[in-house]
């Protein structure tokens, strides 16, 4: 059986310990706040803002193209990738796996997915046994 002082002492500690804990959490989410509005300087691009460059049906040929344009710095996202891999008929309704880019990115993008770079590959030393 518990004392009655031992209970009044086990309620008060607990009340301060809730007490220290919500006064934490309070200055924690107000922190949290304060510094989302501190990041104004980044804003991510709407959707609508996104338009489509290139459409692939293949996800491996898709991602060389967004891994293309990742090194020309342009910031891409692929659409339907996920659904196309799971079944590939699906490509066919769904247009195939959209590669977008922000608006202001579009022509970049197209230049460097049109560029060939297959005539580079001529010089190249691959299968040819050394002398």
């Known amino acids: 059986m518990v004392s009655l002082p031992l209970f009044r002492v086990l309620s008060a500690s607990l009340l301060r ?16 706040h304060t510094d989302r509005n501190d990041l104004v300087e980044y804003a991510p691009a709407k959707m609508d803002e996104y338009v489509t460059v290139a459409t692939f049906d293949k996800a491996t040929d898709a991602h060389i193209a967004l891994g293309r344009l990742a090194t020309e710095g342009i910031e891409a996202l692929l659409f339907d990738d996920n659904m196309v891999q799971m079944d590939w008929l699906y490509a066919i309704a769904l247009g195939g796996i959209k590669l977008r880019v922000q608006r202001v990115d579009a022509a970049r993008a197209r230049r460097i997915l049109a560029t060939d770079y297959s ?13």
């Open 119 to 131: 005539h580079d590959l001529d010089d190249v030393d691959v299968g040819k046994p050394e002398s």
């Open 17 to 32: 310990l809730h007490a220290e804990w919500t006064a934490d959490r309070q200055r924690r989410n107000q922190r949290a």
